[in-house]
């Protein structure tokens, strides 16, 4: 979702800055307009952030033969944290 909101406010910023030419006495619709693009590049770098950032479980299992010996299996998975339900 932030990703999409991220475009949605660069969007509406570069239609303000570049393609509105209203004069309005007590705002400047240019400044507002980049101010979201900023904004709207913010928001889809964190979101990309997100998204790529990754969770990993790592599982140690020990086991013991009736000849003494032991055997460690170790299991790393790793998951976004989408598909992890969160």
């Not at 509406?12 to 400044?31: K, P, R, T």
């Not at 913010?42 to 979101?47: D, E, L, Q, R, S």
């Amino acid at each position: 979702m932030s990703i999409g909101a991220g475009i949605f406010l660069f969007a509406v910023g570069a239609i303000l800055a570049f393609a509105v030419n209203v004069d309005v006495q007590w705002v400047n619709l240019d400044m507002i307009g980049y101010i979201l693009m900023a904004a709207g590049a913010v928001i889809f770098v964190i979101g990309l952030v997100l998204m790529m950032r990754r969770r990993s479980v790592d599982s140690v299992t020990r086991t013991t033969d009736s000849a003494g010996g032991e055997r460690v299996t170790r299991r790393s998975t790793s998951a976004s944290d989408d598909a992890a339900g969160l």
